[in-house]
């Protein structure tokens, strides 16, 4: 890692009401959204904290350029690949926020479809001095033509299956609301011409969002949710949130597992 790579970066936000309301109508949610004081739901805390970089700081592909906390690995292409996130108390809405971020681990292999790099970030987002989650992110980078893996077949086996699509519009509202600007999320023609994609690529949190969601109306409030991303879901393709007890999973079209995961309350 380069020298001149900060250990720890803090960011503060101020949770606004407004941004909750509006996540809770990208994502359907029925009833009034969250009031400043209220507990807001498990992984909400994504459409906070931005990091906004200038328009010449940007990655091609509309993400923030790599270097500074992350790493430069010289592989472009990037993806979320899971994270395992801890509750340790309500995250209010309206209340002052910090998020402390550090790098855990970088590390660099080659698998079948060529050289990886993989990163791992911890997030410790504190209110009013309480550390309220813990998050470790996991962060995929890939050679620019790095083939795509043959998918694996999703569990029959579920309890509950629950339809869910995403069109553009959804993902584009989702982009928004997390300020996350890679284009394989709302650009067709980049999703298709740069990586290979049929067309614009659900995202990998708003899927844990989706389990997520699931969980807490089963399980109640979460202590623990652990994900991991297997395959891309594209908009308009039509899935299944999977439930078997306590294990979730997203089951798409010609039963390809797009993502695994298991919640604790």
Excluded at 21 to 41: E, I, K, N, Q, Y
Aim: with cysteine; charged share 20%.
């Amino acid at each position: 890692m380069q020298a001149d790579v900060p250990a720890t970066q803090t960011l503060s936000d101020r949770i606004d009401p407004a941004r909750a309301a509006a996540l809770h109508a990208v994502l359907g949610r029925d009833g009034a959204p969250p009031a400043s004081g209220d507990p807001l739901p498990a992984f909400w805390h994504q459409v906070y904290f931005w990091q906004a970089a200038a328009p010449g700081a940007l990655g091609a592909d509309g993400h923030p350029a790599t270097g500074g906390l992350i790493p430069d690995l010289d592989l472009p292409k990037r993806m979320w690949a899971g994270g395992r996130l801890t509750f340790h108390a309500p995250f209010l809405c309206g209340v002052r926020a910090e998020r402390t971020t550090r790098v855990v681990s970088v590390t660099e292999k080659t698998g079948r479809t060529g050289p990886l790099g993989f990163v791992t970030l911890r997030h410790d987002v504190r209110q009013r001095g309480t550390l309220v989650i813990s998050e470790e992110q996991d962060l995929v980078y890939r050679a620019q033509d790095a083939p795509a893996g043959a998918p694996t077949i999703a569990p029959r086996d579920a309890e509950e299956e629950v339809p869910v699509s995403f069109d553009t519009v959804a993902l584009f509202r989702y982009s928004a609301l997390t300020f996350n600007g890679h284009r394989i999320h709302y650009d067709a023609d980049f999703a298709r011409a740069s990586e290979g994609y049929p067309g614009p690529v659900v995202h990998g949190p708003l899927l844990a969002q989706q389990l997520m969601q699931l969980a807490e109306a089963r399980q109640g409030q979460l202590a623990r949710f652990a994900f991991r991303a297997t395959a891309p879901l594209f908009a308009g393709e039509e899935a299944r949130l999977c439930r078997r007890g306590a294990d979730y999973w997203v089951r798409g079209p010609e039963g390809r597992l797009c993502m695994t995961a298991e919640a604790r309350a």
